[in-house]
């Protein structure tokens, strides 16, 4: 009986399955101007004149915007631009940046 339990299981798929749909350029920029997102011991805001505010204890000023199907991001003192795609999960109100390593970061809008 049991085999058949953990059969039943494993064909109905896990219950934690998440969905997230990738987001376009125009849904990046829609979704991030002015708003805030709050990560796991952070959060982050995202004003729609570029400029963003990160703090994880303490602020950090950068600069943010969309190129293509991506969201780019500038923190002095380095130079240059970091992009990432983005995907949403549109059931729990959060978004994930995926590195170009594939390294992932969820925030939760704040609302």
Known sequence: MMRYVLALCAAAGPVWAETWDP????????A????????KAAWQTFNASGTTLYNAGRDSWGSWRVQGDQYC???????????YDMARDLDNDRVK????????????FRR
Not at 32 to 39: A, H, N
Not at 97 to 108: A, L, S, Y
């Open 23 to 30: 987001m376009t350029g125009p849904e990046i920029e829609a």
């Open 32 to 39: 991030l101007d002015d708003q805030t997102l709050d990560y």
């Open 73 to 83: 991001s500038e923190w002095p003192p380095n130079a240059g631009w970091e992009c």
């Open 97 to 108: 940046f995926i590195g170009e390593g594939g390294d992932e970061t969820i925030g939760w």
